[in-house]
């Protein structure tokens, strides 16, 4: 099935080279697969390691929408409560991640969702309990590896319940 052109939702492309993650880490077939929204946000353009981030989830089994570059807070929110995801997954590299991810919170619960927000990409560590104590459900930093990667996205959908 061809997805028209005008459409916000990206398909992982096949060239993407990903570490596997091992068969007792995927997600159980018995209920549908938890949505994962990952998106970019502000004016960082670099995606090369988000779309290995949503490989590596797809692989995992979950179900990825990747909504692309240069993607507002309020976008993001929109599309993941469109889309009924059950974890938002924000890749971020710019140094914005202050100002942004608590953004993409705020804009999630202004819709009257509960969308556990997960941050990756260049973090510093001493950022990381603001961040937290901003609303954010998970953060990942540089060199996090594929199991972290699925078990922080894990850990944000088994908070939803």
Do not use: C
């Amino acid at each position: 099935m061809t997805m028209p052109a005008e459409s916000t939702v990206s398909t992982v492309p096949a060239e993407s080279t990903v570490s596997t993650v091992p068969a007792e880490s995927t997600v159980s077939t018995e209920s549908p697969a938890p949505r994962v929204l990952v998106a970019k946000v502000g004016l960082d353009g670099h995606d090369r390691g988000v779309k290995v981030v949503a490989r590596i989830l797809r692989d995992a089994g979950f179900e990825v929408i990747y909504t692309g570059l240069f993607q507002t807070p309020d976008t993001v929110a929109a599309a993941a409560v469109d889309e009924d995801a059950d974890v938002i997954g924000l890749s971020m590299l710019s140094g914005a991640h202050m100002t942004l991810a608590p953004a993409v919170v705020a804009k999630v619960r202004e819709r009257g969702a509960d969308i556990p927000v997960v941050v990756g990409g260049i973090v510093p560590d001493t950022d990381v309990a603001e961040l937290k104590a901003l609303g954010v459900a998970g953060v990942l930093t540089p060199g996090a590896s594929s199991e972290a990667v699925v078990q922080a996205i894990r850990d944000a959908v088994a908070s939803r319940s």
